[in-house]
T-cell receptor, first 112, second 115 residues
């Protein structure tokens, strides 16, 4: 079963708007990562946030982590057409450090 | 480009056959993980190898097996193929010690179709 669940499953916004995706997970984690996947191809690592961190930034990306609520959010600011992709959160459970568990993803579409 | 390559890119097999998928890790990486991604789903962890030893396994039957070689390249073998094995198979390499994971770099995947 999936550890992480992304919300929403699909999101369509106008170019230039901000996109927010959420991820909830079930067990204690060492870290949480966000990935992007274009049309059934390989995944591209976006950002890793450790369990003792609350927020990280990378360019137009902002990730937050709330371990008390077992949730994370990914914000993409000033969206571009090239941001159209599926976005996945992936957690490394504290109890199974070698195992990375992905959610089912959010499909983001940016309208020109 | 992540520096991780996989072969073949596409493959068609029939039910009951066996398949071997290959992955070449990014230079210097000693850990490789394999994932199965069904259409419209997130990747599912199959197993991980660290320095040629299996270092963790997901909920996949024993007919899914793997190898990691001294140069850290890797193979995924699937015996007695079933229709549900049709999926995109992804490998990812990282520099790890079997403990807390570092960033994984994914290959482009092998798309397997079982008829």
């Amino acid at each position: 079963s999936q550890q992480g669940e992304e919300d929403p499953q699909a999101l369509s916004i106008q170019e230039g708007e901000n996109a927010t995706m959420n991820c909830s997970y079930k067990t204690s984690i060492n870290n949480l990562q966000w990935y992007r996947q274009n049309s059934g191809r390989g995944l591209v690592h976006l950002i890793l946030i450790r369990s003792n961190e609350r927020e990280k930034h990378s360019g137009r990306l902002r990730v937050t982590l709330d371990t008390s609520k077992k949730s994370s959010s990914l914000l993409i600011t000033a969206s571009r057409a090239a941001d159209t992709a599926s976005y996945f959160c992936a957690t490394e459970p504290y109890s199974s450090a070698s195992k990375i568990i992905f959610g089912s993803g959010t499909r983001l579409s940016i309208r020109p | 480009e992540t520096g991780v390559t996989q072969s073949p890119t596409h493959l068609i097999k029939t039910r009951g056959q066996q398949v071997t998928l290959r992955c070449s890790s990014q230079s210097g990486h000693n850990t490789v993980s394999w994932y199965q991604q069904a259409l419209g789903q997130g990747p599912q962890f199959i197993f991980q190898y660290y320095r040629e030893e299996e270092n963790g396994r997901g909920n996949f039957p024993p007919r899914f097996s793997g190898l990691q070689f001294p140069n850290y390249s890797s193979e995924l073998n699937v015996n007695a193929l079933e229709l549900d094995d049709s999926a995109l198979y992804l490998c990812a390499s990282s520099l790890g010690q079997g403990a807390i994971q570092e960033t994984q770099y994914f290959g482009p995947g092998t798309r397997l179709l079982v008829l």
